[in-house]
């Protein structure tokens, strides 16, 4: 598995070798910048009329105002009947105990809070037997103070829901994910303690403006994985004995093509060489144990700040899809990690017992006789920027330009704030249901399936409400007309607009 | 000049006709269901995901997500048009398959065979896909090699194993035919001339844009009805979107595609040799074997399953997911299998459920309505056989 990911190295090694024979020599001039002074990384994300904050604003919450209505599930009841029971906008409060569930909720601003008694938590057993504790797909979704393990799947699990925050939660030995949003929008992923998971204990997939932060992850295969995503900062989190610490990827074969602005910083990743546990063909089966940071096809990643030490093959690799063995090919996904940039960063025993591959690159930059290794890059990776590079053992990285800048501090976070509701006029609404439902059965003037919309108008014209009562709950009323299906999916608001609205169509 | 010339294949086309009297044939002036008429004239989709966002527009996510973008502004007329060419066999080579043979309204608009039919009993050699939905589509067929339905249209139309049609036939049993090139210079009314390729594939495309799939009882629950879905069928969709079993991953709601190459390693029915897929399109020896995710939408209608048929039902095809990851990969080949085909383990109970959940994406509502006769003249290929 180690081999995977670098194979092809040597024959890269080979090409940087001649460079040094013939190219460098002597001592470059140290340039020292100071991080405390010159410009600030302004951020690649540029809010597009989605009512953001100025830049600077710091954000605390994305899931908007929290709902009033309150309900409690006890130890021994069901959080899934609470879900269901709930309308949309509840905080459902989850007392300690032990609850052998897996919760959906495909419905908008539901808040799942444990409620934590002399540190007793609410726990989600899966016994691993269940597949997942919590799948969400409603937007404004909040899940806080949970304990989760021993499940097959993942611990929670968003599928496009936005403006979410999933915080204060401990998650363990929970199959493949631990948290893993996945095509949502503006999210929040705080102090959360993950631990023994097979694939990312924090796993941001496909997800756009997201902060991940003050989580302590430990004893994964991967610690923070940022994967397809974009305006991401990943900062404060503790790292530690995971076979790889900090991910930012692109995995190819997926719908989103890109990674594109991480920040890494102020974040503790030490000692992560825990063998990888990865599952043969996961993409971070590939991962050598013993990576810091590992950048694969991501774009503008920041790395900044951050302690990075212990991790036996490399602080930070930098790589390409065509370096990583058990990586697939996409014709429409950029390969290389473009635009990398390396701040001050304190990085202490890194690569102490490395890999062989990696080795032979430190020999082809001259470091003869290293004992360390700090950062190694192989692939291309254009655009790339390092400051006061002297103080890190690095191998592939002389190519790197200065970064013109010294800091991420203008860089607040990405986050919006919370967007309302989209309006939906009843009138508008009652027009696409009319169009997207009861055209399939009724014509204005013609007979189909159900009798024409032009007699419907001549029985109930005056009587919207009338029509609206009857499509909920239809009797057979024509000898020669099938009986019509009960629209009862239709709240009663949308069943008067619709009624409303073909009661004057004219066409 | 022109006009001339005009008149002149138009006096030929008099000539030479067959079949029905030209005046039998009307086109349409209204919109297909589901679509609304716009001041414009053309015909707009008109559905309650466009009420729903979805990341960077992409139409992928959960249950209330948006759909992708999509094909729509043709008019009555085009559509119309497109349904009389989609029904005709003056289309194909021999005069004996038209469209609707492999795309079957009676049969999920495929062919309920593990490998289409062509002309003179052709194997076709891939099985026909559902053409629910290709409005949201950017890619076509299986090893995804087209990247248009007007592009697509020709693949069918001239391969000598499928339609075995010649674009100079094709155009020249058209033009030939007084009641197309009415309906044509209705449906094209600003392009005067004979009748062009272009045409006849715009016509095709407008059609087969009208074929929308989104009112089933899943859609029901995703718009806020609870118990439009069973108790079965929701355990279904929670094994469905679980990440043990991953199906949602790659069939991605709301289209239940994600429209991506994916190296699933199935098994060819006996017999078969392996299909490379889109190692062959793209050139690309890491997709050897790769195909296009395909929808499940009104999956429960188009038995038997996958790109050559190899399974008879559902229950089939999830079980060799759930046999684990390259059960069926021939010996001494590797493929760069997907990441997300994995050894599930998922108990029969759970498959039985994804099975069950898989028949609540089943809507027909907007089934379009075949002609009862074509403007050749020629008998329409029969539905259900």
Redesign the interface.
């Known amino acids: 598995m180690k081999k995977g990911l670098v194979v092809g190295v040597l024959v890269a090694a080979l090409a940087f070798g001649a460079g040094m024979l013939f190219g460098r020599s002597g001592k470059q001039d140290l340039k020292i910048s100071s991080s405390t002074q010159g410009a600030s990384y302004s951020g690649g994300f540029k809010a597009e009329g989605e009512g953001a904050a100025p830049p600077g604003a710091a954000i605390r919450s994305v899931a908007g105002p929290a709902p009033t209505n309150v309900v409690v599930v006890k130890d021994g009841e069901s959080i899934q009947a609470a879900v269901k029971a709930a309308p949309k906008g509840t905080i459902i409060r989850v007392m300690p105990g032990t609850y052998h569930e897996t919760v959906y909720i495909d419905k908008d601003d539901i808040r799942i809070i444990g409620v934590i008694e002399a540190g007793r938590r609410a726990v989600l057993d899966g016994e691993k037997k269940l597949n997942d504790a919590i799948l969400y797909s409603g937007n404004n979704f909040v899940a806080e103070n949970l304990e989760i393990r021993n499940y097959k799947g993942n611990g929670i699990m968003g599928q496009a829901g936005n403006n979410f925050e999933i915080r204060n939660n401990v998650i363990a030995e929970s199959g493949v994910y631990g948290i893993f949003p996945q095509l949502g929008k503006n999210g929040i992923v705080e102090h959360n303690v993950v631990s023994g998971i097979a694939d990312a204990a924090i796993y941001i997939g496909m997800s756009d403006n997201i902060l991940v932060a003050n989580n302590d992850v430990f004893d994964s295969v991967a610690g923070i994985e940022i994967e397809n995503s974009r305006h991401a900062i990943v900062e404060h989190n503790y790292v530690h004995n995971n076979s790889g610490g900090l991910l930012a990827f692109v995995t190819p074969g997926l719908p989103i093509k890109d990674t594109v602005d991480v920040i890494f910083r102020n974040n503790f990743v030490v000692g992560n060489n825990h063998p990888n546990f990865g599952a043969p063909g996961s993409t971070v089966s590939g991962i050598p144990a013993g990576t810091g940071i590992l950048i694969m096809a991501a774009d503008d990643v920041v790395i900044e700040g951050n302690v990075i030490s212990d991790n036996k093959v490399s602080g930070i690799i930098i790589t390409d899809h065509a370096h990583a063995q058990n990586i697939t090919t996409d014709p429409e996904s950029d390969p290389n990690s473009d635009r990398v940039k390396i701040l001050d960063n304190v990085m202490l025993r890194n690569g102490y017992d490395t890999i062989t591959e990696a080795k032979a690159l430190l020999l082809a930059d001259g470091k003869v006789g290293a004992k360390n290794l700090d950062i190694v890059r192989v692939g291309p990776s254009p655009g790339s920027c390092i400051i006061n590079r002297h103080q890190y053992v690095t191998a592939g990285v002389g190519d790197f330009a200065e970064c013109d800048f010294t800091n991420t501090a203008n860089t607040v976070n990405y986050l919006l704030p919370p967007v309302p509701p989209r309006e939906i006029k009843p009138g508008e609404r009652g027009k696409v249901v009319y169009l997207g439902i009861c055209t399939g059965c009724h014509t204005y003037n013609g007979r189909m399936i159900g009798p024409p919309v032009q007699v419907i108008q001549a029985l109930y014209m005056e009587n919207p409400q009338g029509l609206a009562d009857f499509i909920a709950k239809p009797t057979k009323k024509r000898d020669d007309y099938p009986e019509m299906p009960p629209q009862d999916y239709l709240d009663p608001e949308t069943r008067l607009a619709v009624a409303k609205y073909m009661l004057q169509v004219t066409n | 000049m022109i006009r001339a010339l005009v008149l002149l294949i138009a006096a030929m086309g008099t000539a030479g006709a067959t079949g029905p009297a030209p005046t039998d044939f009307t086109l349409k002036t209204?919109c297909p269901?589901?679509?609304?008429?716009t001041a414009a004239g053309v015909c707009e989709l008109?559905?309650?995901y466009?009420?729903y966002?979805?990341?960077?527009n992409?139409g992928?996510?959960?249950?209330?997500?948006s759909l992708p973008p999509h094909r729509d502004g043709f008019t009555p007329y085009q559509i119309d048009l497109g349904r009389y060419l989609f029904f005709d066999p003056v289309l194909s080579g021999d005069g004996t398959l038209s469209c609707a043979s492999c795309h079957d309204p009676a049969r999920g608009l495929s062919d309920g065979r593990p490998r289409s039919i062509g002309i003179h009993g052709e194997d076709a050699g891939r099985a026909a896909p559902t053409l629910w939905n290709v409005a949201f589509l950017k890619r076509f067929f299986w090893d995804a090699r087209a990247d248009s339905l007007e592009a697509q249209a020709t693949g069918p139309l001239y391969s000598p194993h499928e339609m075995g049609n010649t674009p100079a036939q094709l155009l020249e049993s058209l033009n030939g035919n007084a009641t197309y090139r009415r309906l044509f210079q209705q449906a094209f009314p600003n392009q005067r001339g004979p009748i062009t390729d272009q045409q006849i594939f715009t016509a095709l495309a407008a059609f087969e844009t009208s074929l929308v799939s989104?009112?089933s009882r899943y859609d029901?629950?995703?718009?806020?009805?609870?118990?439009?879905l069973s108790e079965r069928e929701?355990e279904g969709l929670?094994?469905f979107?679980?990440?043990?079993?991953r199906c949602?991953e790659c069939h991605?709601?709301p289209l239940f595609t994600?429209?991506?190459?994916?190296?699933i390693g199935m098994p060819e029915p006996a017999g078969r040799p392996f299909d490379v897929g889109a190692e062959a399109i793209?050139h690309?020896p890491?997709?050897k074997g790769g195909f296009k995710v395909p929808t499940l939408r009104n999956i429960a209608r188009t038995a038997p399953y996958s790109h050559s048929g190899a399974f008879a039902d559902l229950r089939g095809v999830v079980e060799f997911y759930n046999k684990g990851?390259g059960n069926a990969v021939p010996k001494d080949m590797h493929l760069?299998?997907?990441?997300h085909?994995?050894?599930p383990k998922l108990t029969d109970l759970e498959v039985d459920r994804i099975v069950d959940f898989l028949g609540a994406l089943t809507d027909e509502?907007?089934l379009p309505q075949p002609p009862a006769r074509v403007p050749s003249g020629l008998p329409p290929t029969k539905q259900g056989e």
Do not use: C, M
């Open positions: 209204t269901p589901g679509f609304e008429k008109r559905t309650l466009q009420f966002d979805s990341l960077e992409r992928l996510g959960g249950t209330r997500t989104l009112n029901r629950y995703v718009h806020g009805y609870d118990a439009a929701i929670n094994v979107r679980s990440f043990v079993a949602s991605t709601p994600n429209e991506q190459i994916a190296v793209l690309a890491k997709l990851r760069y299998l997907h990441w085909i994995s050894d509502t907007f």
